[in-house]
């Protein structure tokens, strides 16, 4: 219960259309029970009797009734539609909102593929079921014990038959959905493997075909469409069952209030064909609400387990939240890592980094060298708090990176991952994510410092130039000189280049490592490369090696006494690969 009012908070604006279908739905099954009723006037006191003047009133009655229960189902239907997809709209962006508060932890836990078939495959499944059932948990109920009412005045002993029916058709529903909830759950997460494939297949297409592998990702796809169509089809057996046990309880049903109704009407005890005819019509009102469960009941089985998922997510807490009383504005760029751990899971044993120490004055310049695995990349995470550190303490301004305010921290820390993105949109709607107002002429400015000017005034449309997702129309140094350029615009107190000029020559990685110098000697500069030029110049350089410092000091120190800085200094320069 507590997750369906989480959920139902998403109606808020619609909770008037909400409220209004149950009155809309309760006139409507009066205008259904009181359809039978005029009927049997009809034949009883109308055609049997001869009575023309009865046959025209209870014609027209029944017209009446007929035109307005439609019209009531009509709007019904559109209070439903309106209350239904404004509740999803709601329950999207509470997903949306919610995921933008996630830490990297977080969104690692659920991953992206899953978070993507949450926001919409499951919130589909909610909203259907949400529609379905706010109409049948009114109309249904109402239907049923209204007809059952009428049922047991007209007809007497003849209802008790459905009280036999009731138990036999619920029954029935219950084991179905037993049996279906666990097959739906195991699907929705086929399903989330099946984005992940596609996901990746088409972000990484180049890849693909680049190295002939269409044959080996075609497969990957029909494997996993295939689970879905294996367990869609389990699924599918056992809701088959819902429609034969229900035509089976409907039938015989009117087989026998047939049956003992003729023996009735011929004993001659009272019972008229139009109380016959009006007994089997709420035989049907009846049946037809039970078979109207059924359908709404397997729909829910689908949707509670879509219900569970999206509940994961709108409960999760965030790894990383803000203190208390969090500290608005950040000293200087001085970062100071005391005995530091971290971990990408709770699994001590598997540690990105251990017992990191490192002392970085404001406006250092620090490049950082180590090979894959060796945690660079972990490194530069915690500095913005992209992640939490799981041992020790990170201190930027004199201050624990914890006691900041998260917005306030990140805006001062400017980060170029080694992961370049881009956004559909001019290139100046690209570069203003490092600030919203800036003008043109800082845009120009920091590109000349990225070394980015140049190229995108040879563009047809220049800083105008509209780039496609993910800027899959300019090259990769292109994109990562871009991506400089943007975090140059917050003017950090902290810059940092993951491995971010790797698609660059060394020429034009040369004049962007002069202009940091030149333009923002303040900012305190974290430079991770795998060349030993973008960081010989550095004020010092921090080797990483399985997590661990190996070194840290000036390029000649190192030079001098660190045998995996001199390993690579030498392979670089003397072999010929700088």
Avoid at 193 to 211: A, P, T
Wanted: hydrophobic letters at 45%.
């Amino acid at each position: 219960m507590e997750k369906v009012k989480l959920i139902l908070q998403s109606l808020r604006e619609y909770k008037k259309e909400a409220l209004l279908i149950p009155f809309f739905v309760i006139l409507e099954s009066v205008m259904e029970i009181i359809t039978p009723l005029i009927t049997a006037r009809l034949l009883d006191q109308g055609i049997r009797a001869g009575n023309l003047d009865v046959v025209k009133t209870s014609a027209l009655l029944y017209i009446g009734t007929s035109l307005l229960s439609a019209v009531l189902g009509m709007v019904t239907g559109i209070c439903s539609a309106r209350a239904g997809t404004g509740f999803s709209k709601n329950l999207r962006q509470a997903l949306y909102y919610k995921v933008q508060e996630f830490s990297f932890a977080n969104i690692d836990k659920f991953s992206t593929a899953s978070i993507v078939t949450r926001c919409t495959s499951d919130v589909n499944s909610i909203q259907m079921a949400f529609m379905q059932i706010i109409r049948m948990m009114i109309r249904v109920p109402s239907s049923l014990i209204f007809a059952m009412i009428m049922a047991f005045r007209y007809g007497g002993n003849m209802a008790l038959i459905f009280l036999i029916a009731i138990p036999v058709l619920g029954g029935g529903l219950i084991f179905i959905s037993m049996k279906v909830h666990p097959i739906f759950r195991a699907m929705f997460k086929k399903t989330d493997k099946l984005n992940s494939i596609v996901q990746e297949d088409v972000r990484s297409i180049r890849v693909v075909k680049g190295f002939v592998r269409e044959d080996y990702q075609i497969r990957l796809f029909e494997g996993a469409t295939q689970a879905i169509l294996d367990n869609n089809w389990a699924a599918q057996k056992i809701m088959a069952l819902n429609w034969p046990l229900m035509s089976l309880c409907m039938n015989a049903c009117t087989l026998l209030i047939s049956w003992l109704g003729a023996k009735r009407i011929i004993a001659g005890d009272g019972f008229t064909v139009g109380q016959l005819n009006m007994l089997l019509s709420y035989t049907m009102q009846i049946l037809f609400s039970l078979m109207s469960v059924s359908m709404v009941y397997v729909m829910l089985t689908q949707a509670v387990a879509a219900i569970d998922r999206v509940y994961e997510v709108l409960t999760e807490k965030s790894t990383i939240t803000n203190p208390e009383n969090p500290v608005e504005s950040v000293l200087d760029g001085s970062i100071k890592f005391e005995n530091v751990d971290f971990s990408y899971s709770a699994d001590m044993e598997r540690l990105s980094l251990k017992n990191v120490s490192v002392d970085i004055k404001p406006g250092e310049t620090i490049g950082i060298l180590g090979g894959t695995g060796s945690g660079k990349s972990s490194f530069v995470a915690l500095i913005p708090r992209l992640y939490d550190a799981t041992a020790g303490d990170i201190k930027i301004g004199g201050l624990d990176v914890k006691d900041y305010d998260i917005k306030a921290l990140r805006d001062e820390v400017a980060v170029v991952l080694q992961k370049n993105e881009l956004f559909s949109g001019t290139i100046k709607e690209n570069l203003r994510w490092g600030k919203e107002d800036a003008t043109d002429e800082e845009l120009v400015e920091v590109c000349k410092m990225a070394c980015a000017d140049e190229f995108i005034r040879q563009l047809p449309n220049g800083y105008d130039t509209v780039l496609d997702q993910g800027g899959t129309n300019v090259s990769g140094g292109q994109k990562q000189r871009l991506c400089i350029a943007r975090a140059l615009l917050k003017k950090p107190k902290i810059l940092i280049l993951d491995d971010s000029t790797s698609a660059v020559d060394t020429k034009t990685d040369a004049r962007i490592r002069k202009a940091f110098k030149e333009y923002i000697p303040e900012t305190t500069k974290i430079i991770i490369a795998q060349r030993v030029g973008s960081v010989e110049k550095a004020d010092k350089i921090l080797i990483l090696d399985n997590g661990q410092v190996n070194g840290f000091g000036t390029p000649a120190e190192l030079l001098a006494t660190n045998a995996i800085y001199q390993e690579v200094y030498n392979s670089q320069t003397k072999g010929g690969l700088e």
